[in-house]
C-alpha cells in the first residue's frame, strides 16, 4: 500500500507530548512505522506544518493541500494517511472531526503511530469517539492558550519582544545558563537599528514639517517630482522598506509610524487579542484599560518634542477630517459614504496591480475652467513614479462609458444570453436526473444522524452530559431540517414539468433590469458590476493611449432562476469576454 504523512507543530509549542515538538522528528517516525506495516511512503504526499496553530484550518498550507488531493470520486493517490496522533490534524472539535470523516470517506485509512491504531468512523459509536478524541484536542488547547499569554506577558512586562518583527528594532536572541550549564535561550529582546532608526527620525521630521504621509511615501521611493525633498531629508538615497513584497513604501505605512509609541520607548502589549473564527486566525482589538505598557527608556528612538509636534498634527489632522465626513473624534466615519464613481476599486493598474482609483483635475481656462473627475493609478499617485510608470490620468466618464459599451456589445446581446439559457436548461434537466440518488443519499445520511443522536442523547441519560455534546445534538438537529426541506424541494421540483418558456422570460427580465441598473444608480450598478464581472477589469498602457481588459461572469446573470445555482461558464463562441480598447 501507498502511504502519506502528514506533521505538525504548534506555534506556542505547547504540546505535552515530545515527540510533537518537531516536524521533522514526527516524518521519520511516520516513516519507520510505515515501513513496519510493509509500506511504501511515497515523498510527494508528506505533508508538513511547522509552527501553526492546531485552531488554524485555512492558513495551513500542507494542510490544505492534503485535503485537496483526495478526490470526490474514484481511487486516492494513496491508501493510508500516518500521524502521530489525531491532535496533529487539528484541536478544534467540530472541524477535526468532519475532516477526519472526511478523509476516511475519500477512502484514506487514517493512522497513528504513537498508539499503533486505526482511526474508524463507519459506526455511530466511532463518529462519537472521534468527536470525543476532538474535544479532549481542543481543550487542550484552550488551556495552552492562557499558558503561553502569562509567559508572553511575563516577557512583555520587563520590555522584551513578546513577537514579531518592528522597523527600527533588531530581534536579538538571550541565553542563559541551563540546569547543567549548557546555554540556552531565555527571551528575545528589541535593539535599535540604526540604520532604520535614522530614516525614522527623518520621516517624523518631515511630518512635523508639514509633509503629508502621501509626500512622505513618494519621497522615500525617490520619485523624481521629490528630488529636493529627497536629497534633503534622505541624501537622495531610497532607504529599503520595512515589507518584502512591492519592495516600496506606501502612506499606510508612515502612517502607522507616525501613531506608534513604541518609538518613544514605550513597549505596549495586549492591544489585540488572536481568535479563532470560522477556521481561521483573526485579530481584534481588547479594552485598552488592560493594556501593558513597560518603559523602556533606552529603546527609545524618538525624541519627547518631536513626537509631541507629531501628534499634535495627527489629533488636528484626524479632527478636521472627522468633522469634514460627519464623524466623530476617536471614531470612524459616520457618513456611510459610497463611492460615486463606477469603477473605483473595481480596476487594477496592467503596470503595478495597485487600485485605480478617482481623482479630480481641473480643464479648461478662464469661464470655461472646471473639475472633472479622472481614474489614475493609486500607487503610482501615493508611491510615486519609480514604483509604477503608469501616468495616465483618463476621464472616469469616458472609460465608464467604454466599460458599459463593451458588456453590451458581449454579454447582454441575444445570442449570449440564448447561450447561457440554453445552458441553465441543460443543467437543471442534468439536476433532475440525479434527483433519486440525490434523495437515496440524502435518506442514507438522515437514518445516521438520527442514530448519532440517539447515542448522544443516552450519553447524557447516564448523567454524563457535557456543553460539547449538546452542541454537538444541535448541529445534528440543524442538519436533519435542512435535509428534511431540501428533500421536500427536490421532490416537488421532480413532479413538475419544466417550463423552458418561463426560464426564458425570466432571464430576458433579468437582463433588461440589469441594463437598467448598470446606467442608473451608481451605487448599485456597481454591485451589478461585482456580479457580472469574473474579476477586476484591467487598464493597461498601449503605446500613447490605454487599453481595457476583463472578463465577465455570464452565468452570474441567472442567479435568481429556481432549482439551479450559479454557475460559471465558459464564454460561447463569438463572444470572447474582453473588453476591447
Given amino acids: 500500500m501507498k502511504a502519506g504523512i502528514y ?38 504526499f508528506i505533508f508538513t506544518d511547522d509552527g501553526v496553530s492546531g485552531a488554524e484550518f485555512e492558513n495551513r498550507p500542507a494542510f490544505v493541500r492534503l485535503i485537496a488531493s483526495l478526490p470526490k470520486k474514484g481511487k486516492p493517490p494513496f491508501d493510508v494517511i500516518v500521524m502521530s496522533e489525531s491532535s496533529r490534524l487539528g484541536r ?67 520590555g522584551y519582544n513578546a513577537g514579531g518583527v518592528v522597523y527600527g528594532y533588531n530581534n536579538v536572541h538571550v541565553c542563559a545558563n541551563g540546569a547543567n550549564g549548557e546555554s540556552v535561550r531565555s527571551h ?61 513604501w506606501a502612506p499606510s505605512s508612515i502612517r502607522a509610524m507616525l501613531y506608534n509609541e513604541r518609538y518613544t520607548g514605550i513597549v505596549p502589549y495586549g492591544k489585540y487579542q488572536k481568535v479563532y473564527r470560522r477556521g481561521t486566525k483573526a485579530r481584534v482589538k481588547r479594552d485598552q484599560k488592560n493594556v501593558l505598557r513597560a518603559s523602556r527608556p533606552d529603546l527609545r528612538i524618538i525624541g519627547e518634542d518631536l513626537w509631541a509636534r507629531v501628534q499634535k498634527r495627527l489629533h ?112 437543471v434537466r442534468a439536476t433532475r436526473r440525479n434527483v433519486p440518488d440525490r434523495l437515496k443519499t440524502m435518506d442514507e445520511e438522515l437514518q445516521r444522524l438520527k442514530r448519532e443522536l440517539d447515542r448522544f442523547l443516552a450519553f447524557i441519560a447516564k448523567g454524563r452530559a457535557l456543553d460539547s455534546v449538546r452542541a ?46 448598470l446606467y442608473g444608480n451608481v451605487a448599485d450598478g456597481r454591485e451589478a458590476l461585482r456580479e457580472l464581472l469574473a474579476g477586476p477589469i484591467t487598464f493597461k498602457l498601449e503605446g500613447s493611449g490605454y487599453g481595457l481588459a476583463g472578463e465577465t461572469r455570464i452565468g452570474a446573470l441567472f442567479a435568481p432562476i429556481p432549482q439551479t445555482t450559479r454557475i460559471r461558464l465558459a464564454s460561447p463562441r463569438g463572444f470572447e469576454p474582453r473588453f476591447s480598447p
Avoid at 525633498?229 to 513584497?245: A, D, E, I, V
Avoid at 472633472?372 to 513614479?385: A, D, F, K
Fill in 7 to 44: 506533521a505538525r507543530k504548534s506555534t506556542d509549542d505547547n504540546d505535552r507530548n515530545e515527540e510533537n515538538k518537531s516536524v521533522t522528528r514526527q516524518v521519520e517516525r511516520a516513516r519507520a512505522y510505515a515501513n513496519t506495516k510493509g509500506w511504501t511512503v511515497d515523498e510527494e
Fill in 92 to 158: 478544534d472539535m467540530t472541524r477535526n472531526a468532519a475532516f477526519v470523516v472526511n478523509i476516511i470517506e475519500s477512502g484514506v485509512r487514517i493512522f497513528y503511530y504513537l498508539t499503533d491504531e486505526e482511526e474508524k468512523a463507519d459506526t455511530p459509536e466511532q463518529r462519537l469517539m472521534v468527536t470525543l478524541k476532538s474535544y479532549a484536542s481542543e481543550v487542550e488547547r484552550l488551556k495552552a492558550g492562557p499558558r503561553s499569554y502569562d509567559a508572553l506577558e511575563r516577557k512583555a512586562a520587563k
Fill in 188 to 248: 528575545t529582546d528589541y535593539q535599535i537599528n540604526e540604520g532604520e532608526a535614522h530614516v525614522l527620525r527623518r520621516i517624523f521630521e518631515m511630518y512635523a514639517a508639514g509633509h503629508g504621509h502621501v509626500r512622505i511615501a513618494r519621497t522615500l521611493n525617490r520619485d523624481p517630482a521629490f528630488s529636493e525633498l529627497s536629497r534633503r531629508y534622505f541624501n537622495g538615497q531610497q532607504p529599503p522598506s520595512p515589507r518584502k513584497g512591492t519592495g516600496s
Fill in 316 to 427: 488636528a489632522a484626524r479632527k478636521g477630517y472627522l468633522v469634514s465626513t460627519g464623524g466623530e473624534l476617536g471614531g470612524r466615519p459616520l457618513s456611510g459614504r459610497v463611492s460615486r464613481y463606477l469603477l473605483s476599486g473595481l480596476m487594477r493598474c496592467g503596470c503595478c496591480g495597485g487600485s485605480m482609483v478617482t481623482t479630480s483635475m481641473a480643464l479648461g481656462s478662464g469661464s470655461t475652467r472646471r473639475r472633472e473627475p479622472h481614474y489614475l493609478c493609486s500607487w503610482r499617485h501615493n508611491r510615486g513614479s519609480t514604483v509604477c510608470a503608469n501616468g495616465h490620468r483618463v476621464r472616469s466618464s469616458e472609460v465608464d462609458a467604454r466599460v458599459l459599451s463593451a458588456i453590451e456589445r458581449i454579454a447582454l446581446t441575444p445570442g449570449a444570453v440564448e447561450y447561457v439559457i440554453d445552458k441553465v436548461v441543460e443543467r
Fill in 472 to 517: 454537538e445534538i444541535e448541529t445534528r438537529e440543524r442538519r436533519i431540517k435542512e435535509l428534511n426541506a431540501e428533500r421536500d424541494r427536490l421532490r416537488g421540483a421532480g413532479s413538475t414539468a419544466l417550463d423552458v418558456a418561463a426560464i426564458r422570460r425570466m432571464a430576458l427580465t433579468r437582463v433588461n433590469a440589469l441594463r437598467s441598473t
